[in-house]
Structure formats: structure tokens, C-alpha cells
């Protein structure tokens, strides 16, 4: 596609309950990484994917978060048991093969009540 | 070690001024520094970037100048205008931007008619 596709784009779930969001990037681009941006704040890095490699999950800052990226397009962000401190915008992002500067998703806005 | 320093929180610019927001880095691995401008609602967008085989990179109004030795780089937007207003990120990270950016804490930057 024309640029890294998000959805939802807002999400609200009750304490407890599991979300999925999704990342789409643009064709062709073989990383992809996942940030959170929390109000008012800067980019927290969650998740890299780089090709057939091993994601870098290094970022990732509990066992209730969890990503896969199939065939190496789409990505999928996993929240289990969603907490109050969860909330936040989750960008997601990709490049090509050179290195460089991300394309970023207009993201997902999660809020948990 | 993997932190990225960047003042100021808030800047406040009239029409036609020189904005400046300064970054500092510790990881002496770094060696790539991109600069993101972030809209509300909106994921952040590469503005500029620079390697550290430069000491400043100029792209129309905005120009990057990097000092090594004091590991500090900073971002002039020259004749600064209200459409200018947004938020300002700057990053760092190793590979030539291979691996995941660390980014800054953010400037809001508003500038006055």
C-alpha cells in the first residue's frame, strides 16, 4: 500500500480483557517495529521484525505482550489481560532494505477502563 | 547507555524566528540520527537525518548540526512558521539505522503568528 495501515484506529476495552492490533506496512518493506507512545510522551520501542530473522523483543515490557508478523507482511500486537497503564497510542513502523528512516502508521489509540 | 537526551519540553517561536532543540546521547555506538516531526493524531514523519561522518546536513529551512566529541546534535528550523507547529523527536541508533531508534522525550514547538 501507499503508507503503513493501522487498525483500529481506537480502541477501548474494559481491565482484563485481551486486544489485537494491527499492522499493515508498506509492500515491499522488510522491517517492521512496533513503539508505544504514551501521553505526552516519547517512543518506547516494543518489537522488531527483520525479514526470516528473530524478532528483537527486547523492548517488550511484560509476558502479556506479545507480537508475531505472518509471511512477513502484516503484524499483529498482542495485549493480554489489558491494565489501566496500557493505555496509549501503539505506532507501528517500517523500512525497506537500506537503512534509514521509518514510515510511521497514524497508530492505534488503546484505552483501557 | 541507550538514553537520548532532548530539550527543551515546550518552545514557544515567533513567525519568522529560529527554532532550536538540542539532543544529547550516551552510546557512542550510535551512528545514525534522525529527526521525526509528529502532528496530533498523526504518526511521526521523517524530517532530516544525519551520519556522523558530518558535522551538518541542511534541507531547505531546517539544518542538523552535529558535534561527536561532545555526542550533541540539534535541529535549526530557520524562518520558522505556524505551520511549523508540532512535535519535534529526535533519534539515534546503531547500523545506520538498522536497528531500533531510540528516540527523545519530544519539543512542542509553537510558533506565533
Known amino acids: 500500500g501507499a503508507g503503513v495501515s493501522q487498525s483500529p484506529s481506537n480502541k477501548v476495552t474494559e481491565k482484563g480483557k485481551d486486544v489485537e492490533l494491527r499492522c499493515d506496512p508498506i509492500?515491499?518493506?522488510?522491517?517492521l517495529y512496533w513503539y508505544r507512545q504514551s501521553l505526552g510522551q516519547g517512543l518506547e520501542f516494543l518489537i522488531y521484525?527483520?525479514?526470516?530473522?528473530?524478532?528483537?523483543k527486547s523492548g517488550l515490557p511484560s509476558d502479556r505482550f506479545s507480537a508475531e508478523r505472518t509471511g512477513g507482511s502484516v503484524s499483529t500486537l498482542t495485549i493480554q489481560r489489558t491494565q489501566q497503564e496500557d493505555s496509549a497510542v501503539y505506532l507501528c513502523?517500517?523500512?525497506?532494505?537500506?537503512?534509514?528512516?521509518?514510515?510511521f502508521g497514524s497508530g492505534t489509540r488503546l484505552t483501557v477502563v | 547507555q541507550q538514553q537520548v537526551k532532548q530539550s527543551p519540553q515546550s518552545l514557544i517561536v515567533q513567525k519568522g524566528g529560529i527554532s532550536i532543540i538540542n539532543c544529547a546521547y550516551e552510546?557512542?555506538?550510535?551512528?545514525?540520527f534522525p529527526w521525526y516531526q509528529q502532528f496530533p493524531g498523526k504518526g511521526p514523519a521523517l524530517l532530516i537525518a544525519?551520519?556522523?561522518?558530518?558535522s551538518e546536513k541542511k534541507e531547505g529551512r531546517f539544518t542538523i548540526s552535529f558535534n561527536k566529541s561532545a555526542k550533541q546534535f540539534s535541529l535549526h528550523i530557520m524562518d520558522s512558521q505556524p505551520g511549523d507547529s508540532a512535535t519535534y523527536f529526535c533519534?539515534?541508533?546503531?547500523?545506520?539505522?538498522?536497528?531500533?531508534?531510540?528516540f527523545g522525550s519530544g519539543t512542542r514547538l509553537q510558533v506565533q503568528p
Open positions: 509492500s515491499g518493506h522488510t522491517a
Open positions: 552510546n557512542t555506538a550510535f551512528d545514525y
Open positions: 533519534a539515534a541508533s546503531r547500523d545506520t539505522g538498522r536497528r531500533a531508534l531510540t
Open positions: 544525519i551520519r556522523p561522518d558530518v
Open positions: 513502523a517500517s523500512t525497506g532494505q537500506g537503512a534509514g528512516g521509518y514510515t
Open positions: 521484525f527483520q525479514g526470516n530473522s528473530a524478532p528483537d
